[in-house]
């Protein structure tokens, strides 16, 4: 079961990465292009929010049933996981920032509905995803996806 659900996580994550930067870059050029919003503006920041949703939960799961998750810290402690990169990356770290970018989304999604014009909905959309986007960035294990 580890390994399947480490797979969809791996490979979803290709997903989430590409939409969210397309949603980032639609909400940049919307704000600096002085574009009206559209229903394709809305469908994309909706999508870009639903597929980290469901990365989260699968990376839930994952963190539950990964010996690098929190069995990590409970059969090293937490003393031990945080004086180790990778295992501090993986129990701590990963998990910490990645639930801060999808919360991130989650909030810049929520709040542009309520504006009720286009400059101030896309300056929402592209200070709350460009911050979830370097937060997710910052965070990859890029050695494993790279390995």
């Given at each position: ?141 890029w050695q494993q996806w790279f390995a």
């Amino acid at each position: 079961m580890y390994s399947t659900v480490q797979f969809i996580h791996s490979y979803w994550a290709y997903l989430v990465l590409f939409v969210v930067l397309i949603a980032t870059i639609n909400a940049l050029a919307g704000l600096f292009g002085n574009k009206e919003y559209q229903p394709k503006d809305f469908r994309l920041s909706l999508f870009a929010l639903i597929v980290t949703h469901i990365q989260l939960l699968i990376g839930l799961v994952l963190y539950f049933i990964s010996p690098l998750g929190l069995k990590s810290i409970m059969n090293n402690g937490m003393g031990t996981v945080m004086k180790d990169s990778v295992l501090r990356l993986y129990a701590v770290e990963h998990i910490t920032v990645m639930l801060l970018a999808v919360v991130l989304i989650t909030i810049g999604y929520s709040k542009h509905k309520k504006k009720l014009t286009s400059k101030p909905k896309f300056k929402t959309l592209s200070i709350f995803y460009t911050l979830a986007l370097i937060f997710m960035l910052s965070r990859i294990p890029w050695q494993q996806w790279f390995a």
